[in-house]
């Protein structure tokens, strides 16, 4: 069984920084690429970045220059450095990443961690 464990969320004041840490646990052979989305209330999850096994990165518009995300293969984790937070950037945010397990790859995703940004 495969899961992604979240942390790192909480309130922040606007112009602030968080950092988002999701760490993929199980039997497991390869994760491709892995990511991070995100749904404030009343609102569709969005994408916000995601990167590759390789490195390569992409940004939602609305978080570029502002986000950072990287990963350590080694340890199987995923991070979003958020740096000059913005109210509209609260929502829950997910991780999720493409793995292949136990004889099937799935797309998993984390239980969610909370982001609030006060103005």
């Known amino acids: 069984q495969v899961q992604l464990v979240e942390s790192g969320g909480g309130l922040v004041q606007a112009g602030g920084s968080l950092r988002l840490s999701c760490a993929a646990a199980?039997?497991?052979?390869?994760?491709?690429?892995m990511g991070w989305h995100r749904q404030a209330p009343g609102k569709q999850r969005e994408l916000v970045a995601t990167t590759t096994s390789g490195g390569v990165t992409n940004y939602a518009d609305s978080v570029k220059g502002r986000f950072t995300i990287s990963r350590d293969n080694a340890k199987n984790t995923v991070y979003l450095q958020m740096n000059s937070l913005k109210p509209e950037d609260t929502a829950v945010y997910y991780c999720n990443a493409g793995i292949l397990g136990l004889g099937s790859y799935s797309d998993y995703w984390g239980q969610g961690t909370q982001v609030t940004v006060s103005s």
């Open positions: 199980g039997i497991m052979f390869r994760i491709n690429a």
